[in-house]
């Protein structure tokens, strides 16, 4: 199980809920930093993910090593929260 799930979403993000509900059936518990409510944490995502799109998810594992994954990707995602 992972140690700590971030993820930064807008309000329109379409595929942010898509994540947000994959996380959720698969019982793992996350923060979500909205962008369009806390605009001043938009640099810290795209230092993070390099791109300007969202979600960007932030898989910190047990031995304290980061995954990112940028938009809604389970081929990436899936692997990432297992482990």
């Given at each position: 199980?992972?140690?700590?799930?971030?993820?930064?979403?807008?309000?329109?993000?379409?595929?942010?809920?898509?994540v947000?509900?994959?996380?959720?059936?698969?019982?793992?518990?996350?923060?979500?930093?909205?962008?369009?409510?806390?605009?001043a944490?938009?640099?810290?995502?795209?230092?993070?993910?390099?791109?300007?799109?969202?979600?960007?998810?932030?898989?910190?594992?047990?031995?304290?090593?980061?995954e990112?994954?940028?938009?809604?990707?389970?081929?990436?995602?899936?692997?990432?929260?297992?482990?």
């Amino acid at each position: 199980m992972p140690k700590k799930v971030t993820i930064f979403t807008t309000n329109r993000c379409g595929y942010c809920g898509m994540v947000k509900k994959y996380l959720g059936i698969k019982g793992i518990n996350y923060e979500e930093v909205n962008l369009d409510e806390n605009p001043a944490k938009r640099q810290e995502a795209l230092s993070i993910s390099g791109a300007l799109t969202v979600p960007v998810t932030v898989v910190v594992k047990a031995d304290d090593s980061k995954e990112v994954i940028v938009g809604y990707n389970l081929s990436k995602l899936a692997p990432a929260i297992s482990a």
